[in-house]
C-alpha cells in the first residue's frame, strides 16, 4: 500500500490531483467503492423484496 504522505500546506484541488494521479490510491478507492456499491445494492434489493412481499400480501396474493 502506498505511503500516505499529507501535505497540508497545499491548496485543496493540487492535493486532490496529487491523489488522483497515484495509481495505487486510485486503485484502492475504487476497489472500496465497488465494495460500498454492491452493498448498497443489495440492501436495496433486500427492501424491496420486503415491500413487494407486503404488497403481495396485503392483495391477498401468496408470494414465494
Do not use: C, T, Y
Not at 500516505?4 to 490531483?17: A, G, S, W
Not at 454492491?38 to 412481499?53: I, M, T, V
Amino acid at each position: 500500500m502506498s505511503e500516505l504522505n499529507l501535505q497540508l500546506n497545499l491548496p485543496l484541488d493540487m492535493r486532490i490531483e496529487q491523489f488522483k494521479e497515484d495509481p495505487e490510491r486510485m486503485k484502492h478507492v475504487n476497489e472500496f467503492l465497488d465494495e460500498l456499491f454492491d452493498e448498497a445494492h443489495k440492501e436495496a434489493e433486500r427492501r424491496n423484496s420486503g415491500k413487494l412481499k407486503g404488497k403481495l400480501d396485503s392483495l391477498g396474493i401468496q408470494s414465494k
